[in-house]
């Protein structure tokens, strides 16, 4: 049986449930995430890969609910991670450490200390993060994060390849060689991330010549991997094409393949996806509270009101990122009303979907904002003091809460009160 998210009728389901079924026993706002989709698109991914020595390590940024991380555990994916708390929270899942990749920027000594205590590889950002870490752990093992000088991604704001903050830029290489020489340090790892949300082969393929090319140049003599990071985009609007990852798998098999072969013995790749591994797999239930309607003459504007807003979900607001929504359970009703789906929050940016063609739509109506797995809950906040939604995950038949409601005890648990 193959259920995974789907509209039936007029309803949207997810697994075995009908979504209007999770709302009654969860309530809303409510995160629900279908494993399934999570597993299919894992196992796409690596299918893909066929050469031999590859790593999947999942980026837990995009989402870092305990029972996801545990899904790709099970899976034998390994887990990046960008702060130590990730790397920390990896360990007590149970990933071994030496499969989880440390990627911090701005790390402080504190830090690069506890990620040591976990034996966690350390994949370093910049010259001084380097000098540190060589103070910390002479002849260690330690990767490199290079910023090879171009990026991409689905807003400027998701760019981290170029002019940005990120990583060792090609023209300070030689100056970290140096700097491990003097450490006694062993480069077992080569990194570099441009971006996110790409759509297109060729980027990435582009990052994996650029670092191959330089392992060869340098001719590390402990380098064991070269990670092409992640970046993986998916469509979140109807028209959307989605990435070529049959071909991004085969372009990096015979790159890989010519490069270990050149290099004289096999170099592991490592790809660090996060939205393409659990973007899909995401839908954020909400209620519509309030219909309100602006006119002035010919002028006239729907506000769709929903009990949910950027602080659970800020991609629109932050990126202006386009997600779907889908009436739960009036799927295939006409869609006559053209409105802009806006949050609880007190702000005008407060927008989840504008200009959007719905159905009539009533209070007690249940909308699903789709596409919300990666950078959904994990950038959600405590604005307005309101809590977070719930966390479910659905398995075919088998729904779990994985995260409960936060409540206003949980709002002001770390305030001083007297
Ligand atoms: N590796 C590193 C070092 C990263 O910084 C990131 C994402 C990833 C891997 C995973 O990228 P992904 O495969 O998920 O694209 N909040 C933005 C995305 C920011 C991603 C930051 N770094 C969004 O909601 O679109």
New binding site residues.
Partial sequence: MFWMIRVEGSYLYIGGFKAEDLVLKFGTPLYVYDKEVIIENYVRLRNSLKYGDVEV?Y?C??NSNVEVLKVFKELGAGL?A?SVWEALLGVKVGFPPDKILF?G?NVTEEELKLALDLGVIV?VDSIQQLVRYGRLNPEGEVSI?VNPGVGV???Q??V?GGVTK?GIYLNQVNEALRVAREYRLKIVGL?A?I????LDVEPILNVAKTLTKLALSLNLPDLKFVDV?????IPYRPGDKPLDVEGLGVGLTDLFNEFSHAYGRRVKLFV??????V?NAGVLLTKVVDVKVFEDGSLKKVFVGTDTGMNHL??PA??D?YHEVIPASKANVERKLLADVVGNICESGDVIARDRLLPELREGDILAIMDVG??GY??SSNYNLRPRPAEVMVYRDEVKLIRRRETFEDLIRHMILD
Avoid: Q, W
């Fill in positions: 390590l980026s940024k995009a990046d960008v990627t920027n994949n994060r991604g689905h807003h704001k998701a981290t990120f990194h991330h971006g996110s949300g790409i990071g992640g970046g993986l985009g660090e996806p996060g939205r393409y591994l973007g800020i991609r932050l990126y990122s990666a950078y994990s950038m």
